[in-house]
Nanobody, 123 residues
Framework: VQLQASGGGLVQAGGSLGLSCAAS????????MGWYRQAPGKQREMVAT???????TYADSVKGRFTISRDNAKKTVNLQMSSLKPGDTAVYYC??????????????????WGQGTLVTVSS
């Protein structure tokens, strides 16, 4: 079981960028999914989350600029970022609450993190 993030890169202030994250493996179910970020010298913070029924939560700093979406069938979560600011520069991590089959034939549930993808916004 793993989360694979993609997207990110360098963009000028005011530009847009999209991030994607896919869960793969012997997954039984996916509950909350989300994106977090960690800027240099700062703690990791929540950017946006979405529940399995589509409810969303955003950090105040990104409201109106970022949009989180998910595809339950594909087990993916996306983050569309617009009007980017230099302050959005960070490593972005996807997160998912996954229930999965174990090698012993039972199932377990835990939080998974993607590998992180760097977003750099130049002024």
């Amino acid at each position: 079981v793993q989360l694979q993030a993609s997207g990110g890169g360098l963009v000028q202030a005011g530009g847009s960028l999209g991030l994607s994250c896919a869960a793969s493996g012997t997954i039984l179910g996916v509950k909350a999914m989300g994106w977090y970020r960690q800027a240099p010298g700062k703690q990791r913070e929540m950017v946006a989350t979405t529940t399995s029924d589509g409810s969303t939560t955003y950090a105040d700093s990104v409201k109106g600029r970022f949009t989180i979406s998910r595809d339950n069938a594909k087990k993916t979560v996306n983050l569309q970022m617009s009007s980017l600011k230099p302050g959005d520069t960070a490593v972005y991590y996807c997160n998912a609450d996954l229930t999965y089959y174990t090698s012993s034939g039972s199932f377990a549930r835990r939080d998974y993190w993607g590998q992180g993808t760097l977003v750099t916004v130049s002024s």
